[in-house]
């Protein structure tokens, strides 16, 4: 079930995005008078097509993708337009340069508004939960097997990123923070303030670990919420309320310690040391196969919860944008000059649904989508030819020249550029079955 809900929430997210970078051409090309021949959300074979004017709109079996096809337009779409022929006023090769150019970057514009609107409504609607540094510190936090790689232990305190405070602990994780170069964290540990690097490949390590979380989360003091009937925890007598303290004689003070202790004595039957009412109690419980008790922990951080008015949010919007933008600008930079391994780094289809992850959660759905729809808008700015930064390439140096680039040069650079795609759409898919294998 948790993969059919990846595998939905991918192909909707996917489907909203492309369906908005293709609107954003169609609308731009009817503006300027333009002939739409079509306007497709997916790859054939057509499951549901209809026609309205000059333009027939469908969708495809295959939704990895779309097209719009305009008349006069030498693109990756075949066109029965003779090149060579005078071209008619309703034609894309008929119309001035600066319409042509903004009907090229229609789709950008739209992807990089969703996103600002995705953003603002996130903000606006639900505002934002977060841990403070504080509250995370008054625990610590334990890393996992690349935060120990990097000198973490259990318990340090983050206490400045790069010699910056932060408010928030998401700041530790921020994709901008671990892209930084020459960056580091100061942690907190026995009294001692201790520097810890950040490498210039953790995003690599990142790409490739098989856990959750990143690679430090903070230790979660718990107490058992609601026990499940007929579970071990129910007949060892274990109540709402009640602190776990030890698990066959290891202590359990956070949550994560209480998982490690369980899944050690799965199947067993293990002494439970408890508080209830403020005096420690004794009893044995049954742990399943699984590792578990038969209850579900209520953790006991305190979140920070903050609410937005409709400008604050616009505001908030517009900077995350930004934020996402800048972030794919770094990485880019670093992948060409070879600080990260496009082998590590680079995703495909199946990378890209991991993203949105096993559960269904509409916060978490749209954050993923709009930060999609920003990548999309950001790899279509690249002047590679196929992609929307090809073609305002060579629409701008007519612009600045004055002298159009003929059509057998546009035809063979779209070919060389459909290329290009093809082999980078190969290589990610190659990359997510190593990670995956």
Avoid: C
């Amino acid at each position: 079930m948790g993969t059919l809900a990846m595998i939905i929430q991918f192909l909707l997210g996917l489907s909203i995005i492309v369906g908005l970078h293709e609107l954003g051409h169609l609308l731009f090309a009817k503006l300027f008078g333009m002939r739409v021949k079509s306007y497709s959300i997916g790859f054939p074979p057509k499951i549901f097509r209809f026609e309205w004017g000059e333009t027939e709109y469908s969708l495809g079996a295959i939704p990895l993708g779309g097209a719009v096809k305009i008349a006069g337009m030498i693109d990756e779409l075949p066109d029965s337009t003779n090149a060579s022929s005078i071209p008619s006023p309703w034609e894309f090769r008929a119309k001035p340069a600066w319409q042509r150019l903004l009907v090229i970057l229609g789709g950008i514009f739209f992807n990089i508004v969703s996103g600002i609107i995705i953003y603002t409504a996130i903000n606006f609607a639900f505002g934002d939960t977060y841990l403070t540094k504080e509250e995370v510190n008054r625990h610590g936090i334990v890393p996992n097997a690349v935060g120990k790689s990097l000198g973490f232990r259990e318990g340090d305190q983050v206490i400045d990123i790069g010699g910056r405070d932060f408010e928030r602990f998401t700041d530790v994780l921020q994709p901008r923070t671990l892209l930084a170069t020459g960056s580091y964290y100061t942690v907190l540990r026995e009294g001692r303030a201790v520097r810890i690097d950040i490498p210039a490949d953790l995003i690599e390590k990142l790409s490739v670990f098989k856990g959750q979380g990143g690679f430090v989360t903070p230790r979660a003091p718990f107490i058992v919420g609601q026990v499940q009937q007929q579970s071990g925890a129910a007949q060892a007598g274990l109540q709402s309320g009640d602190r776990i303290v030890a698990v066959a004689g290891k202590d359990t003070i956070y949550l994560h310690q209480l998982k490690e202790a369980l899944e050690a004595e799965a199947g067993k039957q293990v002494l439970i040391h408890y508080v209830r009412a403020g005096a420690t109690q004794v009893t044995t419980a049954q742990v399943n196969d699984e590792g578990k008790l038969g209850f579900q922990p209520e953790i006991l951080l305190v979140y920070e919860k903050k609410s937005y008015g409709i400008g604050q949010a616009v505001v908030l919007g517009f900077s995350h944008t930004f934020e996402v933008m800048k972030t794919n600008v770094v990485a880019l930079g670093k992948l060409l000059t070879g600080r990260l391994s496009p082998m590590k780094s680079l995703s495909g289809p199946v990378g890209i649904a991991q993203i949105f992850g096993k559960n269904f959660d509409w916060i978490r759905f749209w954050n993923v989508t709009g930060f999609l729809s920003l990548t999309l808008a950001f790899t279509n700015l690249l002047p590679i030819p196929a992609l929307d930064g090809g073609h305002t390439l060579w629409i701008i140096y007519e612009m600045v020249t004055g002298r159009r680039l003929s059509d057998k040069f546009l035809e063979t650079a779209q070919k060389i550029g459909m290329s290009i795609l093809l082999f980078l759409i190969g290589y990610a898919v190659l990359n997510d079955l190593y990670k995956l294998f």
